[in-house]
């Protein structure tokens, strides 16, 4: 027990959150820099399995399930066109990221979800914005859209130069990765401005419980090196 009073938040974050009453410890944990050289089911094993303990949930950063995948691609493979270049002017920058306003990651967005679904989600957002509504964008280009990060200040080389997509099928990856590890687990997509849980192996606790959990992104943004993290009841 005495290894649990030494687990620290990273810098400028909490270790404990209460949600609904109930105080949850989050817990980082530190790993290499990832890459598609990896497979995931070794990494959560050398670094987390001997965390873990009894009621315990290992939370992954889509990023890092994703560079696994060899869904990382590199800045100067994109060939943006026209359309991925207009489009991704009308974007809104939020602190959290650029999401899809460059050229590379509108146009991965349009690789992934489709030219039509893309351009409806902008027809959508324009109609949003005369309404005084925010987000119909992403809401109607879906979470491979939404999970699309772009290159931002702080990331870690070599991503300072790569647009990562969202992982395949993240719910059957959890559920081979919890079966790995022995323990529940969720792949998630968190930032400063909230969570998305876009894989989870079990059906409870719920995933806008989890998301809930790590709303206020105790992983960080930039480059702490801790892709991953537990979640225990405190």
């Not at 270790?15 to 410890?25: A, K, M």
């Not at 990221?97 to 509108?106: A, D, Q, V």
């Not at 979800?113 to 005369?130: D, E, M, Q």
Request: with cysteine; hydrophobic share 40%.
């Amino acid at each position: 027990m005495s290894e649990e009073l030494n687990y620290t938040a990273n810098p400028g974050k909490q270790l404990v959150r209460t949600v609904d009453g109930v105080e949850y410890q989050r817990i980082p944990v530190k790993t290499h820099l990832i890459t598609k050289a990896d497979k995931m089911e070794d990494v959560v094993l050398q670094y987390a399995k001997d965390k873990m303990q009894a009621g315990d949930i290992l939370f992954i950063s889509e990023k890092a399930v994703a560079c696994t995948q060899n869904r990382a691609i590199p800045m100067e493979d994109i060939k943006p066109r026209k359309l991925a270049v207009t489009l991704s002017r009308y974007v809104t920058k939020t602190p959290a990221g650029i999401g899809l306003g460059i050229p590379e990651t509108m146009e991965m967005a349009l690789q992934e979800c489709g030219t039509l679904r893309i351009l409806f989600a902008a027809f959508c957002s324009v109609i949003g914005k005369i309404l005084g509504r925010k987000g119909w964008f992403y809401i109607v280009a879906g979470p491979k859209a939404r999970g699309i990060d772009g290159p931002t200040e702080g990331t870690i080389p070599p991503y300072d130069h790569y647009v990562v997509l969202t992982p395949a099928d993240p719910m059957g990856t959890s559920k081979k990765l919890a079966q790995a590890l022995g323990h529940p687990v969720a792949i998630v997509d968190i930032n400063d401005l909230g969570a998305n849980i876009l894989g989870f192996s079990e059906k409870e606790p719920s995933m806008d419980q989890i998301a809930k959990i790590l709303g206020d992104n105790p992983l960080g943004q930039s480059s702490e090196s801790t892709p991953m993290g537990i979640i225990r009841k405190a």
